[in-house]
């Protein structure tokens, strides 16, 4: 699986929009890019996965770069219950094996 | 969304001893589950690939005799680590894809907290 690049640490303020980038420069032509969380504690959550185009959903929104070589996770208005670490997370389409290799993320810190 | 359960939510045993974790798809069937292990402020790292109705995948550098995968069924993956010892102690998760909704997405379980004393 193509490997992705995250910061390993970002803080946001509560209410505000947070952007976390992912750079997959090695990315190929059947990679979907997902993205997915987790709380302290708890087993990841899917947030949201896309291929090409922009992809809205109600917790979030990817902004996938035109040559895809890089992805932005939208957290439109940031709660404290957003803290946790994001991976982002390169599933190949042409694979039917489905299993997914995490990387070490980003952990979000949402200040009151 | 789909649901994953874990059974038991943590677990405490003593050195040498077999501990079994059960993961089950709640309202979706599924073929294929995995299985992760996370040790503390570490990402998660897959384990293995577990199929219904034949052996397990291993990843690189995972003992098969020590992480015994059985898919029964189409609901039910368990993993046994076997001959428990401290250094096994970690988070131990599962997942499973659901494709009813053909949207490729994994759902995981709550995971397993073992503790080996």
């Known amino acids: 699986d193509a490997k992705t690049t995250q910061p390993n640490s970002m803080e946001s303020n509560e209410e505000e929009p947070v952007h976390l980038p992912c750079n997959h420069s090695t990315i190929s032509g059947t990679d979907y890019i997902h993205w997915y969380r987790q709380l302290p504690s708890q087993g990841p959550e899917y947030v949201i996965h896309?291929?090409?185009s922009n992809v809205n959903n109600r917790m979030a929104s990817l902004a996938i770069a035109e040559d895809r070589k890089s992805s932005t996770l939208i957290l439109h208005r940031a709660t404290l219950r957003d803290a946790a670490v994001y991976y982002c997370?390169?599933?190949?389409?042409?694979?039917?094996?489905?299993?997914?290799?995490f990387g070490q993320g980003t952990t979000l810190q949402v200040k009151p | 969304g789909a649901v994953v359960s874990q059974h038991p939510s943590w677990v405490i045993c003593k050195s040498g001893t077999s501990v079994k974790i059960e993961c089950r798809s709640l309202?979706?069937?599924?073929?294929?589950m995995f299985w992760y292990r996370q040790f503390p402020k570490q990402s998660l790292m897959l384990m293995a690939t577990?199929?219904?109705?034949?052996?397990?995948?291993?990843e690189q550098g995972v003992e098969k005799d020590k992480f015994l995968i059985n898919h029964a069924s189409l609901t039910l993956s368990t993993l046994t680590v076997t001959s428990a010892h401290p250094e096994d102690s970690s988070f131990y998760i599962c997942?499973?894809?659901?494709?009813?909704?053909?949207?490729?997405?994994?759902?995981f379980g709550p995971g397993t907290r073992l503790t080996v004393l």
């Open positions: 577990s199929n219904e109705g034949s052996k397990a995948t291993y």
């Open positions: 997942s499973a894809p659901s494709h009813r909704d053909f949207s490729d997405t994994q759902y």
């Open positions: 997370i390169l599933r190949d389409g042409s694979s039917n094996t489905g299993k997914l290799i």
């Open positions: 309202d979706f069937q599924a073929t294929t």
């Open positions: 896309g291929l090409t």
